[in-house]
Structure formats: C-alpha cells, structure tokens
C-alpha cells in the first residue's frame, strides 16, 4: 500500500476525461472525486458509460482527454502503481472453476507478488471476512452463485487495496446474500478506510453510498449525496386515506396537485420544509391512516434521465446472463 | 530490480494455474494417453508388417528403420502438437469468462502473464509428449539417459513455440466453437504433411523423390516446418536425419521467439 | 504453496496410473516374429557357404548361445547363392527361408536392407598372395562374397595403384588364379588354400568393420530378443 500521499488527496480524481470507440461516444468530459474512505456509487442505465469509466479507472483502458489519478497515482504515468491500489470485482464471474477457494485466492496473491506467508495469513483474513473458511478446500465448482461473488470479494481484498472496484457486484444475487456482502465491505470501509466504487441497479445498494455520481450517455449529469438528490431531484408525497367525501373534496380545494389514488385515498406532493406540520394541524384529527413516502432515488433518477433507473426487462435479462456465465463454467 | 522478485512469483503463480488446471482435467489427460495408442499401438503395429523386409536386397522401408521406430519421434510431435493448441483453448476461455481481466488488472505485467501461461501450456505439453516416451521399448527404441534429456529439452522448446503459435491463433478465434475447427484444419495437415507417417527417402535427390510420390506432396512437405521439427527429434531418439538437424532447431529457435512476440501483440486485448 | 501435497494428490495418481499402463503396455508383443520362431522351436541361421562356421567360429558360437538362451534350435543354413554376385537381390534370401543372416559386414549398405547386431567380430579385406605387391599394370584378382563391403573405395584404390581388376567368381576361381601366382584382393572370411599368405591393405582399400547378424527389420520382437540374448553371450565370448 502507497501511504505517502497527503490524506486530504481524494480517492479517486476524474478530470475532463473523455473516451470514443471509433465513432461511437463513451465517456464525454467526465469529471468527479471520490474522497478516501467513502462509498460512491456510479449509477445509469446499461451502456451510460459505467464500464467504460470503470476500464479508464482500472488502467484497462486509456481514455483520449482528461486526467486521472487514483490513489495519488497518475493512471498514465503510474499504471503499476495504480493497480497495486485497486481491486477488482467483475461483473462476470472470473473464478477459476476448477480450483478450491484457496487456490484461487493463493493464485491472485501470487499474481500480485506476495510473499507466501504474506498469502497465507492474507487467505485466512478475507475468508474469514467472507465467512468461507470452511469451504477454503472445496472447489469452486461447487459453490453457489452467491458463494462465488463473495470468493471474488475476498479476493479482490486479498492484495489490500486502498480503492476497491465493484461493478455490478450483486447482479443474480438474492436479498440476503446483497446484504451479507454488503456488511462485509461496510465492516472493511470502517475498519481499514477502504474506498468503494460500485456500479449497480439495485436502488437500496445506492441508498448505502455516501456520494452518488449519475451517469447517462457518457456524461456526468448530476453527483451529490443520496439525500441532496433526492431533495433536489425526487418528490415526497403523502398519502391519506379518509372515509368523509366532504373531508376528501376539501383536501383536493386546499391542494391543486392533490389526486385521488384510490377508492378513499388521496395523495398530495409533500413539498417543503413546512408542508407536513401544516398539513397535519389542519387535517390530522380528521384523517384514518396517513403515509409519507420519501423521496426516491428512482423518482429523482426519472426526473434526470427520463428513463426508470432499471429498465425491468433488462435488469433480469442481465441476471439471466450473469446466471448463465456461472453456470456454463463447469 | 526490486520489481523482479514479485513478477517472478506472477509468472510463477500462472504456470501453476495452469499446471493444476492441465492435470485435474482427466479428458485432457486421457487424450494425451488416447493418441499415442492409437498412433502407435494401432496403426504403428497395423503397418509395420507392410514396410517389413521380405527379401534381401529389396526395400520396403528406405530407413535403417522398422516402421514403428520411425514412427515413434513422430507421435511424440503429434501429441506435443495437439496439447499446445489445445492450450489455446484456454486462452480463448479465460478471455470468456473474464479471468484474463482479472489478471490484465493486476500489477502484473502483459509480457509475464503471457510468459507464464505459454510455460504452463509447454510444461503439459512436454509432458505429454513423455507419456509418449515410456511406449519406448514397446517401439523398440533404446535411449540412454543423455537421449533421454536431450529429447525432454528439445520437446520442450518445440511445446513453447507450438503452444505460442496457439495462442496467436486464439487471437484470431473469436469463439469456442472455432477451435473445434483447428484440429481439422491446422493440426493433422501439419502433422500428414510433414514426412511424419511415411518416409522421403534420404538417398534420393529431389529429382529423384518425385518419382516416388508426386511433386506436389514433395513440394508441401518441404516447406512444412513440423517436416524439420519431426526430423530433429528423429534425430535425438532414433540417430535418423534427413535434413540437417539445425535446420529444425533453428526453425524451433525462431519460433519460440517469433510466436511469443505475436502472441504478445494480440494477449488481452 | 499452501495445501501441500494433498491438493497434487489426484493429479499424481491419475499421472502414476497412466504411466503405469503405458509402461504396462510396453510388454505387449509388437509383432508375431518372436512367437512365431517359439511355435516352430527352430532358429533360422543363414551363412554363406564360404563363409561358413570353420572361416567364423566364433560367430556360429554366438548364433548357437542365442537360440540356446531363447529356448530354440539352431538351424545353420549354408546358402550357395549368398554372395554370388554384388546385388544381394540376386541371392534371392528371404524371410521365408532365414530368420537371421550371418557374416555380414556392419556397413550402411547392408543397415539399408537389414537390422544389423554388431557381433564384436571383424571383417576386413587383405592381399592374399606374397608379401610384396604387383607392378603397377598387373592384374589383381578381386573376390569379396562378403556383402556389403565398399566396392567403389575398393575400385578406386585399384585405379590408383595402377591394377587392373579380374573378377574371380567361384572359390574353385580363386584357388585356381592363387595357384597361377596371381594375387588377389579377398576379405577376411574368405577360405584361402593353405600356406596363402595375406598382406593387410591400407584404410583407402576398405576399412575393417565389425560383423553383424542381420535381421528382418521389421521383426521387432525377435530382433529385441535376439539383441538381448547376444548382449549375454558378448559378456562370455568378448569382442575380438
């Protein structure tokens, strides 16, 4: 791990970087900075750029214009240095089937050039990270999908990185098993002051993030904190349920963009800072059941892009290919 | 050159990958045992009687050799020969299934990943061919240890070279289902085309060779490089030439060098 | 490497298990030649009718200590027509008649129609006839019935030394020009009459080369048998 730059030097720092495949645009002039220690989530819709930033990022690819540094290494100039920092979970699964976990994790050290004790003390503190020491000789063949995303966790964190890469990382995943991962790089963001970038579509995975960068048609149309988007991008509505038709039409005198969502219910956009301890000394004794939705990253995400954030068909087309990779890799 | 140390541990890592990856796969293995049975056992025994002396004075066989001496350096070649492409496969899966990114990422760099790989896919390669080595008294082939380890590093280089010009043709095989077709269409015309089977008689001049078999044949077999690779090994395990022997280490030599560096041009992208 | 030997444990086995059938498999036989002399009993041993067991004890001794140790019987056959002329297809031998030829010379012309076993005895050409050589101009008798010896070194060196070679075709031949006082250039297992002197010729004549059995290449496992009984018998009867 290099730890002689300054710690106030970000994560990550993307300036004015461009990228084309031939003619086709991936990335136009995208700037943004991930500070040391956080979690950032680069969120869009399938071919916004994601990858294409990620390559850029991950010295796999070099973009036509622009900086970047990663980890206070030049991504031009420092290439080695920069992969020294990083680790890396694909989108696809790249486990080697045929060996056991350990192996597999002894291989990626070995490829990263530690030492064997330095392996074998690093195996046993990812797997245990993992919770698959006890599966350290099985193959890997035999694991499960959610298994298998995990290994590649503990192995992408097996070399210590400073900035860990994540794309796509709980794609084919079920709830719980997101969550388990989730846990472990959260323990590991508090406990070693690792950087998490991750690209994903599952809504509650950016809600975790600290700083949320939205990209679409490789641009960077708008960064902040979940809240800060949600504020600025997503609306609150407040949904009420009440018997009296007379309190219901009063409700829809008082606010013209009140509408009416079901048989007794009604739903109000619940705008400012002010809106709810109004609405509630006016109408709250007079109301059966009142329900406030937050704003969503999802309206707000609508709002930006004009798109929903996962394209349904597409997200489960995804999950099927994903599946289908782990699958096929006897 | 502190950087040395841990890039040596890479390469070393890739060619144990790739070690443990060419033993645990049994059909891989069972294919190096598979050929030289058939090559040797069947059709070696199947023809010997009809390239065998009958008559003093007549020739069958232009060779101071029965037809299985002759065609034992051979199936070594053909073995070595489809375990190196096979290699390809490999890399043609690696690059599938991400795990080629999962190295190209690491500080490691192209040419060692490369390097350690092509290692990995010769070492399996050599070592099929020495499968092929203990048939020996079964073809009636008597080696002295010297013989021996001469045939072991020349298997060697020609596993490095072969495995390397595999992977230059995974670069150019985008799919899985395209390497089915480089069994058929580069592997056994090398190895037919290449005097591997039947012999050009040594004594004739070119003029006179024609006469035997048709010009065209004389032709492709002169300008296959297995012919000469083929032939050096002949020359280690039976004492039989029938071009200089340098001719085919140079060709082997050139290949290792040249294949890798295409190889490199076309690795990871 | 962590895991040790227990994660190379399959891998080596599966490779022992294959080494071992292949090196299993070496025991099967390539050929009948060997089984096929063990169903007859009999041992097949073509000599020349000159160059028979009184001109080559030694190497009837070890053709007899071969077919002792492969449990077979000898079965000398004199031919008559072996070396009867220089092309050995003239002498019509085949594998129906021999299963291993004696009194040959170890050279690359015999190795091109026979799997030769060096026998550790020697063969070279000599001058039979008074010590002192003809005048240029002379005629020098030439008789070899050894096959495979270097006719076109030996002509030239006759070239050379200004001789004009005579052919002598029949051992009758030979006694006969011997006994007119002509000289002539014979090999060494050729029967001379007695008290015919012999004069050794300088390496530009022929060079002196081993004898060999020959054998049928082809007959693998006979010709393995065989090279390794005569390996025995070399332990016993040492090289000359």
Same mark, same amino acid.
């Given at each position: ?33 991930? @500070? ?5 989530? *680069? ?50 699964? @790249?486990?080697?089937? +045929? ?5 597999? *994790? ?20 990812? *797997?245990?990270?993992?919770?698959? @020491? ?190 289908? +990779? ?5 | ?5 841990? &890039? ?29 049975? &058939? ?196 020359? &280690? ?33 | ?128 006839? !008074? ?10 008798? $030439? ?42 250039? $014979? ?12 004069? !050794?010729? !300088? ?34 009867? !040492?090289?000359?």
């Amino acid at each position: 791990m290099t730890t002689q730059d300054t710690p106030a030097e970000p994560a990550v720092l993307v300036q004015g970087v461009s990228l084309r495949y031939g003619s086709q645009i991936a990335l136009e002039d995208v700037s943004l900075e991930i @500070s040391r220690g956080s979690s950032f989530a *680069l969120l869009g819709p399938n071919g916004a750029g994601k990858t294409s930033l990620m390559s850029v990022l991950a010295t796999l690819r070099t973009a036509d214009a622009g900086r970047v540094v990663v980890a206070g290494h030049d991504v031009n100039r420092a290439p080695r240095k920069v992969r020294e920092s990083i680790g890396m979970v694909f989108q696809d699964a @790249s486990l080697d089937d +045929r060996l056991t976990a350990e192996e597999n *994790l002894d291989f990626h050290g070995r490829v990263y050039g530690m030492p064997g004790n330095a392996r074998r003390s690093a195996t046993d503190r990812v *797997l245990e990270l993992v919770e698959l @020491s006890e599966w350290r000789e099985a193959p890997v063949r035999t694991f499960s999908g959610g298994m298998k995303r995990r290994l590649e966790i503990a192995r992408a964190l097996m070399h210590d990185p400073e900035i860990l890469f994540l794309d796509e990382p709980t794609v084919g995943l079920d709830a719980q098993t997101r969550e388990r991962i989730w846990t472990y790089l959260d323990n590991e963001r508090h406990t070693r002051g690792l950087t998490l970038l991750t690209t994903t579509h599952y809504i509650e995975e950016v809600d975790r993030a600290d700083w949320i960068c939205i990209i679409d048609k490789g641009r960077v149309i708008a960064q902040g904190s979940p809240s800060d988007l949600k504020q600025k991008h997503g609306k609150p509505y407040l949904h009420v349920v009440a018997a009296l038709p007379e309190i219901r039409s009063a409700l829809l005198d008082t606010y013209p963009d009140a509408r009416t969502t079901g048989p007794e219910q009604i739903s109000i956009p619940a705008d400012g800072e002010e809106f709810v301890p109004e609405f509630l000394s006016r109408f709250g004794s007079r109301l059966h059941e009142i329900r406030f939705e937050a704003p969503t990253l999802e309206a707000a995400f609508l709002n930006l892009t004009g798109r929903t954030l996962r394209d349904r068909a597409d997200g489960e087309r995804e999950a099927q290919r994903a599946a289908g +990779r782990r699958a096929g890799r006897q | 050159m502190t950087d040395f140390l841990p &890039i040596l541990r890479g390469i070393h890592g890739v060619w144990l990958r790739e070690i443990m990856r060419a033993t645990r796969d049994r059909g891989q293995l069972l294919g190096g045992v598979s050929r030289p049975l &058939i090559w040797l056992l069947i059709l070696g025994v199947g023809l010997n009687p009809y390239f065998r002396g009958e008559v003093f004075g007549e020739v069958r066989l232009v060779l101071p050799y029965n037809y299985l001496q002759f065609l034992f350096p051979a199936v070594i070649v053909l073995n070595i020969m489809y375990t190196s492409i096979q290699f390809a496969v490999s890399v043609i899966w690696d690059r599938e299934f991400g795990f080629l990114r999962e190295v190209l990422v690491s500080p490691m760099p192209r040419w060692a990943v490369l390097l350690g790989k092509v290692l990995g896919g010769a070492t399996a390669a050599t070592g099929h061919g020495i499968l092929v080595l203990i048939l020996a008294r079964f073809a009636d082939v008597t080696l002295t240890p010297l013989e021996v380890v001469e045939a072991i590093i020349y298997m060697f280089m020609l596993s490095f070279a072969l495995t390397c010009f595999g992977v230059v043709l995974a670069g150019k095989v985008r799919s899985f289902e395209g390497f089915g077709v480089f069994s058929n269409t580069v592997i056994l015309p090398l190895y037919f085309a290449s005097s591997s089977v039947f012999p050009l008689d040594p004594s004739l001049t070119r003029t006179q060779l024609v006469v035997t078999y048709p010009e065209w044949l004389v032709a492709l077999i002169r300008v296959n490089p297995i012919t000469y690779a083929v032939d050096v090994l002949r020359g &280690i395990l039976i004492g039989f030439n029938q071009f200089p022997p340098y001719i085919g280490l140079g060709l082997v030599a050139a290949g290792m060098v040249v294949f890798f560096f295409m190889a490199l041009r076309g690795f990871g992208k | 490497m962590t895991g040790g030997w227990k994660r190379w444990r399959r891998p080596v086995l599966d490779i022992g298990l294959i080494a071992a059938l292949l090196a299993a498999l070496n025991f099967l036989p390539s050929d009948n030649s060997l089984a096929d002399r063990r169903k007859q009993g009999v041992l097949r041993y073509c000599v020349s009718e000159s160059a028979n067991a009184l001109a080559e004890p030694r190497e009837l001794r070890l053709a007899e200590g071969i077919a002792r140790q492969l449990d077979l019987r000898l079965e000398v056959q004199t031919v008559a027509n072996i070396g009867r002329s220089f092309n050995p297809r003239d002498w019509n031998l085949s594998r129906g008649q021999c299963d291993m030829i004696g009194g040959l010379a170890n050279t690359e012309t015999n190795r091109n129609f026979l799997t030769l076993l060096p026998n550790g005895s020697r063969i070279a050409l000599v001058r039979a006839g !008074p010590a002192e050589a003809p005048p240029r101009g002379a005629e020098m008798g $030439v008789y070899l019935r050894a096959p495979g010896l270097d006719r076109v070194r030996l002509a030239s060196y006759l070239r050379a030394q200004g001789w004009r070679a005579q052919p002598l075709r029949t051992p009758e031949a030979l006694s006969g020009w011997l006994a007119g006082g002509g000289q002539a250039i $014979v090999s060494t297992l050729t029967q001379l009459p007695p008290d015919t002197g012999t004069n !050794p010729l !300088p390496p530009e004549a022929g060079e002196s080369t081993d004898l060999a059995f020959g054998l049928w290449r082809g007959d693998v496992t006979l010709t393995r048998a065989i090279r390794n009984a005569l390996e025995r018998e070399l332990d016993h009867i !040492p090289p000359e």
